[in-house]
């Protein structure tokens, strides 16, 4: 498991950040998808022991993070969402220090440092100092910084933002890349639903500081309950009249032939049977939809699930 | 393919092994000190402060030199009290000068320190890492007490050393006694210029903010203290950290009152009040530097 949360709350003076957030998540990347403001970096400084929770239970692989944060900061890479840099170091020397202060000695951390700035495509420009990157270029060094001491478990907090759309596609491809090779697991923090969808095998979903979903983004996916794409046999058919007599929604595909039925709450597929058999149809055709990231999201944050 | 996806072909490698930790405070420190040293205001101050190490290596090596082969030593020259005498207001004097130089280059060299830190949002980027406060404070403290160490700590050793050196036989008995008053007062700059500059910039914004601000507040705190204890507040003495240590070296180096020396020496001679105040005084404000060090750290970074 790579995160365990259990009741964890947290207050800034009368905002509530976190409310009992319970959940675990678990894959090779998952995404932390909610909007700003839904308490995600500071569930992951949480994670980080950067901040104390006021109240429950988080373990990072395995480890209760308030009781060992050192050793949760060793298997923990982070890259932080603000600058975060330190200004004067060349991109080389940022990436090193990290190393360093992970406690790597000079010499190899200077190599793997290397080897992070090539994995992350920076290339000459990693002798300049940091102030004169560009943000591509500055995320590329806070993704290497946080991959540099070999990591288990990868904390990336909103790490696409301010990219224009060529860095940003790179970036996703290298999270990608990491996913299906040796790198670490990653936690992507963002609220682009898009980057989670291309990058991501897992997701929790937050808003307002709760947890309305944690699971595989497939799960979440088929969780849209009775959408389906209908053929029948006879394009002037009354499969529509009854369906609708069932409290179904049914609307055409473009062809009279082709349906689209979102069915009632709490009804399956055997609405569908039923009302074949009672308007005497032959359905050609049966197929579930499956609901976008997007639909699935907003109906987990509207149901609260 | 691209180039860009050539090199992305590498791929990550987990590391083949991980090894024994190594102490992060040493690259804090060594960080610190080199981004210090990409400035050139750095090596202007630096530059001052061998210019003051040599001026008096010069007044120490002339003065000796003169007695030992010029009107020589013993019954037909100077008395070797006066000579030693000559030799401890040397240092005496250096330490004192030092100490306004080196609190002018710590200033510029790690007004930053924490300050920096601060303003660039890299609190995070540390203690996201294995890393604890007290490995922080270490490499902070450390980083800045290489400064004075270098330009106060080492340079009164090596006078010293100096004089052992090229004194007349007869001399080095009773000069041999005034290394460790030495060797103390040095510590204590360190000590006092090191806390202060981080106490400093753990509550500054801007690096340069508190590097002047520091150099204004050793200059004014002097200049008022002076007035002060002119106009017969004598307690105000105690506020200056430079005339406390100047207080406390004169009577660390003196021969006569030199407590280390002579209890090292078996001459025991009575204890100084106002040097004890005046050494309390420079242990409070390293004390408060360290306070402002760490009361920032505790309030900023969970423990």
């Known amino acids: 498991m790579l995160l365990a949360f259990s009741d964890v709350q947290k207050r800034f003076g009368a905002t509530h950040a976190l409310r009992d957030v319970t959940g675990q998540i678990d894959g090779r990347a998952v995404g932390l998808l909610g909007p700003n403001g839904a308490g995600k970096t500071t569930l992951m400084k949480i994670c980080l022991g950067l901040l104390a929770p006021d109240g429950g239970q988080v373990r990072v692989l395995g480890i209760d993070a308030a009781q060992d944060p050192t050793a949760v900061r060793l298997e923990l890479g982070y890259a932080a969402e603000g600058p975060g840099r330190i200004p004067g170091l060349s991109g080389l020397e940022s990436v090193a220090y990290a190393a360093e202060l992970c ?202 699930a | 393919m691209s180039s860009h996806d050539q090199v992305f072909d590498i791929g990550y490698r987990p590391m083949p092994e991980r090894g024994r930790r190594q102490p992060p405070a040493v690259a804090i420190a060594r960080t610190m000190l080199l981004l210090a040293w990409r400035q050139r205001a750095t090596k202007i101050v630096l530059l001052i402060c061998l210019a003051v190490l040599g001026g008096h290596g010069v007044w120490l090596v002339g003065q000796l030199l003169f007695e030992r082969f010029g009107s020589g030593v013993g019954p037909s020259g100077l008395p070797v009290t006066e000579l030693v005498g000559s030799t401890r207001e040397v240092l005496a004097n250096f330490l004192r000068v030092q100490f306004f130089t080196t609190a002018i280059a710590i200033a510029v060299i790690a007004g930053g320190a924490v300050a920096e830190d601060r303003a660039a949002g890299a609190f995070d980027l540390y203690f996201a890492r294995p890393l604890t406060r007290a490995d922080y404070v270490i490499g902070k403290l450390g980083g800045a007490a290489i400064v004075p160490i270098v330009t106060i700590l080492l340079p009164v050793v090596l006078l010293w050393l100096t004089a052992l050196g090229i004194a007349p036989a007869a001399l080095r008995s009773e000069l041999w006694w005034l290394g460790v008053p030495s060797l103390a007062g040095g510590v204590l700059s360190v000590a006092v210029l090191a806390t202060t500059i981080i106490g400093a910039s753990a509550i500054g914004q801007k690096a340069r903010t508190v590097s002047v601000a520091y150099i204004a507040a050793v200059i004014v705190l002097s200049g008022i203290v002076e007035g002060m204890t002119g106009a017969g507040y004598a307690f105000a003495g105690y506020l200056s950290p430079e005339r406390s240590l100047h207080t406390v070296v004169d009577w660390l180096l003196a021969p006569q009152q030199s407590m280390l020396g002579s209890q090292v020496s078996g001459r025991y001679t009575p204890i100084n009040h106002s040097a004890l105040a005046s050494l309390t005084a420079l242990l409070a404000w390293a004390g408060a530097g360290f306070g402002l060090f760490w009361w920032r750290l505790r309030s900023e970074v969970v423990g």
């Not at chain 1, 991959?147 to 970036?171: A, I, N, Q, W």
């Not at chain 1, 897992?202 to 969780?223: C, E, F, N, P, W």
């Not at chain 1, 055409?252 to 074949?276: F, T």
């Open chain 1, 103 to 304: 406690g790597l000695r000079r010499r190899s951390a200077l190599l793997r440092a290397h080897e992070m700035l090539d994995l992350v495509g920076l290339d000459e420009s990693r002798h300049r100092p940091v102030e004169t990157y560009s943000t591509g270029m500055h995320q590329r060094v806070k993704v290497a910084m946080a991959l540099v001491h070999d990591p288990r478990l990868v904390l990336l907090d909103e790490p696409t933002s301010g990219l224009d759309p060529d860095s940003r596609d790179e970036l996703l491809d290298l999270i990608v890349q990491l996913r299906d090779g040796d790198g670490p697991a990653i936690v992507l923090s963002t609220h682009l639903l898009h980057d989670v969808e291309r990058t991501c095998d897992s997701v929790m979903i937050m808003q307002a500081g709760t947890v309305k979903y944690a699971g595989t983004l497939d799960a979440l996916q088929t969780r849209l309950p009775g959408e389906y794409h209908l053929r029948v046999a006879h394009p002037r058919s009354t499969l529509a009249a009854a369906l609708r007599e069932r409290g179904a929604a049914v609307a055409d595909r473009g062809r009279p032939d082709l349906l689209h039925v979102r069915l009632p709450e709490g009804a399956d597929a055997d609405l569908i049977w039923s009302a074949a058999l009672a308007s005497g149809e032959t359905i050609l055709q049966l197929e579930q939809k499956a609901a976008s990231l997007e639909e699935a999201f907003m109906a987990a944050v509207a149901e609260g």
